[in-house]
């Protein structure tokens, strides 16, 4: 019952109705609305209206509305009107309660862990080392501060630890495709306010986001896509527009991404919309569907373990073959299962060369049901016993396997399970479209400056919003609430700025694989509230885990569908505790591949340029394509430093980049090189740990679709017992034995090292020591005498350490006072002579490691000027390079083809 007083007197009875508003001159007014004098008007400070109520700092929503706006106080008249006052504003505005809400802040950004947050944005801002990083860091510091703080966001739920749990709601569709994983993924993502779906490589992460975009739209709710990795939400973009659904989608983010948006808005479409079986009806066809989905995965897992069995055994009856096994007849008779022969077996091993006594026979008539001990008595018949047991175990596992597979296969058959996947994606898409089509053809007129404005109606438009997580909050209107955020690769998301796009949505999914690589943190010092909150340590993905615990619903994406099964079957071994289930097909390919390099220290300053060299000797041999079809060829490597190396070397075709840049990426054929070898410093820990990282080798391996070949140094990483010697264990295990290869190439630098390959010990057994107190220059000097005893190069001759001003004359016009300065000082390894007239040809220099570092790399510049200058060629020979004595024959080839002519 609402009372009126105006001017002192109850005019409650005489009201038949009243109202608020604001004038700009007179202020707040109530007019009011009698029997008999009809209307009249007041100001309302003359007035008194029971019930009042008055709220202090709120935020202000509204039905149907993302905004959420801070308010400074407002006034409650009659529960039937609301005068507001905004934030760092006089001017008071007038609501009808029906068309608001208000509801109370939290005190999310006064708490330890959002303070922590804030400290961490503010401490990147002010230790940055560029400018770029610095208005990237403050442009995170704002974006925070403008985050409402609403009990209703996901930020909340994450700052807090408590995980929401969401009301079930209408059934799924999914006009994607599906399998049993992502059917439990999207299923979990509409059940609690915070869920993870980890992906690991080829297993239908996108599909799975997709399916989940559907059903928020289906359901008339907002989402943003976003990842820091533009490839990861390019191909949702992609995937969308091939179905005719890219006009759902704003690409945001950045000014120039969303100066391009504005500048193409993409067309509602017209037409008609296709008939669609209704909601109900595609439950039908899901239930129906999922009875199938479990064999359809069986099958797979069946058809990896027949794989499995299948190599066991063979290299079973290859022992047996090289050792001479006499095994037993067939024991088909006795009807051992798999787990009967193991304990028979086992059971043999027990009595080792003990006679059978009475306890013995009633133990193996009882527990195996034979009858007559005498094949198991002695020793050599107890033994072929024992043989035929291993070969029977694998014969009787494969045929059960192979009746279990068979049955899979036949129900999955009777139930026309591809046909139906098809007929439910179908029915999910129709059913989609057509409830778009039948909305109101929302508004078109939207651009850059405005659609902040009119951001309800922009995100009715424009429902999937895409954009990189540092500049979500930029990209939306201020105070925004959205009804979903789905993070991609989340396991290289930083918490901060991940966090922003948490306080944007209500809902969070996070989706991405904490056994892949993870972001690189920035060290601050830092304290953080609690471990799981620390931004030093987690990624957003492994923060998430360690916050909600055991309320958390993870998914784990367990299908395979892109590299050939053998390829991630080390994955799926070494990573993944063998949960996923490969869907491709094993056709007998070759799809591993080891190049093992000569022994020696080949790495420098993080290159090794043998690993390339055998490398390129594998393809010469092999005659490898210059280029390939479909996906193409990658190089992979640790070090940015190898990458740029290999683009000297490698064909075109291959896509070269380091690990970390290869993540979210595939090709056809990947080649993974280790770069480190045997020296003192790269075999410390830091570094072996760094390129043995167990993400790194999981991310390297499963970018290949059908070849994976590793590159890599003898015995490098075989002392740490690591990832690489477990791949390095894996091929040599299950690759074909031509595919293994030990690196014909060899370099006479590589008498430098203790070890080195047996090829080389006839050239160092002929090497001289008064040649040189440096084995390196001792080589070439022993490389040239035999190349110069060629009857070719008998005119030819050499000398080592020569003065460089006996070599390019001082006197030369074109030299500088520095040139001269340095040829009185500088000396040339080896100078190359006409024997008559003792003409200088050219010069040999030996260049060790020592080159690399920029004084004595200038030095080998000016030397490399000076010669010039001269017109004398020269040759430098880098002790990591192969090939050397082919090169000392190519550089003295042009000389030594004139003598000869001259000879004739």
Not at 223 to 238: G, H, Q, T
Not at 612 to 632: A, C, H, R, T
Request: proline content about 5%; some cysteine.
């Amino acid at each position: 019952m609402v009372s009126i007083q105006v001017g002192g007197k109850d005019k409650t009875a005489e009201i038949t109705n009243w109202s608020i508003w604001s004038d700009k001159q007179e202020g707040l007014q109530l007019m009011c609305f009698h029997l008999k004098k009809g209307k009249t008007v007041h100001a309302l400070d003359d007035c008194a209206i029971s019930p009042t109520r008055k709220l202090g700092a709120m935020l202000l929503t509204k039905p149907g509305s993302a905004i959420v706006t801070p308010i400074a106080k407002a006034i409650i008249y009659g529960e039937r009107y609301a005068v507001v006052f905004h934030r760092d504003s006089d001017q008071p505005y007038v609501y009808k309660m029906d068309g608001i809400g208000f509801a109370a802040p939290t005190a999310m950004k006064e708490a330890p862990v959002f303070q922590y947050f804030t400290a961490v944005a503010n401490a990147r801002k002010v230790r940055a080392e560029s400018q770029t990083d610095r208005e990237i860091a403050a442009n995170v510091v704002r974006q925070l501060e403008r985050l409402p703080a609403s009990a209703d966001t996901a930020l909340q739920a994450y700052c807090t630890g408590r995980n929401g749990a969401l009301a079930p709601g209408q059934g799924l569709i999914f006009p994607f495709g599906l399998n049993e994983s992502q059917l439990t993924a999207v299923t979990q993502a509409f059940r609690a306010q915070v869920s993870v779906i980890e992906g690991p490589p080829g297993t239908g992460k996108t599909q799975t986001i997709l399916n989940i975009l559907a059903n928020i739209i289906l359901r008339g709710q907002t989402v943003a896509v976003l990842s820091n990795n533009n490839a990861a939400v390019e191909n949702v973009y992609e995937k969308l527009e091939k179905c005719d659904l890219g006009h759902l989608v704003a690409k945001l983010g950045n000014q120039d991404n969303r100066k391009d948006f504005f500048a193409n808005l993409p067309p509602w479409p017209s037409g008609e919309p296709a008939p669609a079986p209704t909601l109900d009806e595609i439950q039908t066809l899901l239930a129906r569907l999922k009875q199938h989905l479990h064999d359809h995965n069986r099958a797979a897992q069946l058809q990896a373990e027949l794989d499995e069995l299948n190599i066991e055994r063979r290299y079973l009856q290859q022992w047996q073959a090289d050792s001479g096994v006499q095994a037993a007849a067939s024991l088909d008779k006795y009807g051992l299962t798999p787990r009967k022969t193991a304990d028979l077996m086992a059971y043999l091993a027990h009595l080792g060369e003990q006679r059978i006594r009475l306890k013995d026979r009633i133990e193996l008539l009882f527990k195996f049901r034979i009858f007559r001990a005498k094949p198991f008595a002695e020793g050599d018949a107890r033994l072929a016993v024992f043989h035929a047991l291993q070969m029977h175990y694998y014969d009787k596992a494969l045929r059960d396997k192979e009746a279990e597979l068979q049955a899979c296969r036949e129900s999955l058959a009777r139930g026309n399970f591809e046909a139906s996947l098809e007929t439910l994606k179908t029915a999910s898409m129709r059913h989609l479209k057509q409830h778009l089509q039948r909305q109101a053809r929302p508004s078109d007129s939207f651009d850059a400056k405005t659609y902040r404005q009119q951001f309800d109606a922009f995100v009715k438009r424009f429902p999937i919003l895409g954009s990189g997580t540092h500049s979500i909050v930029n990209s939306i209107a201020p105070g925004a609430i959205l009804d979903y955020v789905i993070i991609d690769e989340a396991s290289l998301q930083d918490i901060v700025p991940g966090i922003l796009a948490l306080g944007c949505a209500k809902n969070l999914i996070v989706v991405g694989d904490s056994r892949q690589l993870a972001h690189i943190p920035v060290a601050l010092g830092l304290p953080a509230p609690a471990e799981a909150y620390d931004c030093e340590r987690y990624s957003l993905l492994d923060s998430c885990i360690g916050v909600f615990k055991e309320a958390l619903p993870r998914t784990l994406l367990k299908e395979h569908y892109r590299c050939h099964p053998r390829i991630i079957q080390f994955c799926n071994q070494q990573f993944y505790d063998n949960a996923l289930v490969p869907m491709t097909e094993d056709k007998g390919e070759a799809p591993l591949r080891l190049v093992v390099t000569a022994k020696g220290n080949h790495a420098r300053q993080n290159t090794n340029l043998r690993e390339l060299d055998s490398l390129l000797k594998l393809f010469d041999d092999e005659g490898e394509p210059i280029g390939v079809d479909g996906d193409g060829r990658g190089f992979i490597a640790p070090f940015r430093a190898q990458v740029n190396l290999s683009g000297t070397r490698l064909p075109a075709d291959f896509v070269k980049d380091t690990v970390h840049k290869f993540q979210g990426r595939e090709c056809d054929e990947i080649v993974f090189s280790t770069v480190l070898d045997k020296k003192r410093h790269n075999q410390e820990r830091k570094r072996l740990n760094f390129v043995d990282d167990p993400r790194m080798v999981n991310v390297a391996v499963s970018r290949a679709k059908h070849r994976f070949t590793l590159v890599t140094g003898d015995e490098v990483f075989s002392g740490n017992h690591g990832h690489i010697a477990a791949l390095m264990r894996y091929v040599t295990y299950y690759a074909q034995d031509e595919q293994i290869v030990r690196s014909p190439v060899v370099s006479a630098f590589d008498l430098l090292y203790r070890e080195y390959d047996q090829s080389l010990a006839r050239l160092n057994a002929r090497l001289r020591p008064e040649d040189s107190r440096y084995k390196s220059e001792q080589i070439v000097a022993q490389l040239l005498r035999e190349a110069l005893s060629t009857p070719a190069c008998q005119a030819l001759m050499y000398h080592d350490q020569v003065k460089l001003g006996q070599v390019a004359s001082p006197s030369n016009p074109d030299m500088t006072e520095r040139e001269r300065a340095f040829m009185a000082r500088a000396s040339c390894d080896f100078v190359i002579y006409f024997k008559v007239g003792k003409t200088p040809l050219g010069v040999i220099e030996v260049d060790g490691g020592f080159h690399d570092k920029p004084d004595q790399a200038a030095r080998d510049t000016l030397k490399n000027h000076i010669l010039a200058k001269s017109d004398l060629p020269i040759l430098r020979l880098r002790t990591v390079e192969s090939g050397i004595e082919e090169r000392i024959a190519g550089f003295l080839a042009a000389w030594a083809r004139t003598t000869a002519d001259e000879a004739l």
